[in-house]
Structure formats: C-alpha cells, structure tokens
C-alpha cells in the first residue's frame, strides 16, 4: 500500500524567508513524488515531481523538493518566500511497482507567509 | 478549452435526491481520475478511468456512487440517494498515462451541498 504524511498542517513563514513545507512518503518500492498547490477556491495545480535521476527537482515558482531515500522525505523548500505563495499545499506518492495507479494525496499543510 | 471542466461548480440539493456530475478532460489525455475533498480534509481517492479498460472503482464509498466515462472523454459521477456526508468539493483530473509518471491536470472542481 502508498502512502503519504503531512505532519503539520498549518506552517507560518515571514515573506523574505526560506520556508519548508515537509512530507514523508511509503511504498514498497520506489516512489513517484508529487507536490500540488490550492488555492483558495480553486482546483490543484502541479509545482514539481521526481520521477528517477537528481534527487533536487526544481518546479514552478521558484519551489524545489529534495527526494531523500534513507529518510522516505520529499520536502518542498523555497529560499524566499512571498506572500502569493500563501496556500495549501500537497504532496502525492505513486507506487509504481504496485496495482494502484491512482496519485495518494497527504492531508495538506496550509502555507501563510506574512508580510 | 485548454483545461479540465467540471460542471456545475455549484450544486444544493435535497437528502434523497440524485446529483449527476460532468467531467470534460484534456483532450488526448487516456487517464481520468475522481477524487473527493471534505471540508479540513485531504483528497479521497473515488475511481480511476484509463482507456478501456475496466475502471477501478476501489475508492468509492458506496454504492450509491457510480461513474462512467463515454468515449473515452466525458465522465459522469452520478449519487444517488444523496447524504448529507456527501458534501464536499468533487474534483477530477486527467492525465497522460506515461507508465504513471505523468501528472494530474485537476479541474476547478464541484461543490456539492446536501441539505
């Protein structure tokens, strides 16, 4: 079985600073990791995925995730944070070596970034 | 259009009434999904359409929760015998099915209301 853990669910930043959105992730094989931002009132929208190779992945809006095997993390990371990136934010795991082909979301974490 | 529809994007209905639900994926995208978003919550996995084969109906609820996909482009979720526990926001997405690397386009949503 996949599956995905946000531990915290709400983070509160000062824009300027970098943020760290975490997320810890299960299979029995090797992962497809996903992050998606919300915004209010609105459907998912794709930031970045690992699928093989480097394990920093760079995605939209300056975001990045490091995929770090030994600790089953994908955490989102940004050096500078910006008010507009105030949002809810998932991660998604895919087992690819598994029957399931749906994407397991986390429970999302609510990002603020005060100004 | 150029992303995924859903419609309506509203919908206030009675316990015990039916609710039909319209999904429009990305045209050549083979991989239709159904997730549903409670209040607080994290996105459940519903049921996953990939070309035609048999969807995977693992996530729904109940079996008062169906859906088909025609043509291998528009899907219906229909509930019938509505509950107040079944509000929540109804999203789809689509993908192209790329051995289950590809990423989900969502569309903006349904928000269904049970009175």
């Known amino acids: 079985a996949q599956s995905v853990a946000q531990p915290e669910d709400q983070v509160n930043v000062a824009e300027g600073n970098p943020l760290t959105v975490k997320c810890t992730y299960s299979v029995s094989g090797n992962p497809y990791l996903f992050w998606y931002v919300q915004y209010p009132n609105r459907g998912l929208q794709f930031l970045l995925k690992y699928i093989t190779g480097d394990n920093l992945v760079k995605g939209s809006y300056g975001f990045e995730a490091e995929f770090n095997k030994s600790q089953t993390s994908f955490h989102l990371k940004k050096p500078s944070a910006l008010v507009s990136d105030s949002a809810l934010y998932f991660c998604a795991v895919r087992d690819p070596s598994g029957s399931a082909r749906q994407l397991t979301f986390g429970s999302g974490t609510q990002l603020t970034v005060l100004p | 259009g150029a992303g995924v529809s859903q419609s309506p994007s509203n919908k206030v209905t009675e316990k015990g009434k039916d609710v039909e639900l319209r999904c429009d994926p990305i045209s050549g995208h083979t991989a239709l999904y159904w997730y549903r978003q409670s209040l607080g919550q994290g996105l459940e996995f519903l049921i996953y359409f990939q070309g035609n084969s048999a969807p995977d109906k693992s996530g729904l609820p109940s079996d008062r929760f169906s859906a088909e996909r025609t043509g291998g482009s528009v899907s219906t979720l229909t509930i019938q015998r509505t509950q107040q526990e079944d509000s929540a926001v109804y999203l789809c997405?689509?993908?192209?099915?790329?051995?289950?690397?590809?990423?989900?386009?969502f569309g903006e949503g349904s928000r269904l209301t049970v009175l």
């Open positions: 997405a689509s993908s192209l099915e790329s051995a289950g690397a590809g990423e989900l386009f």
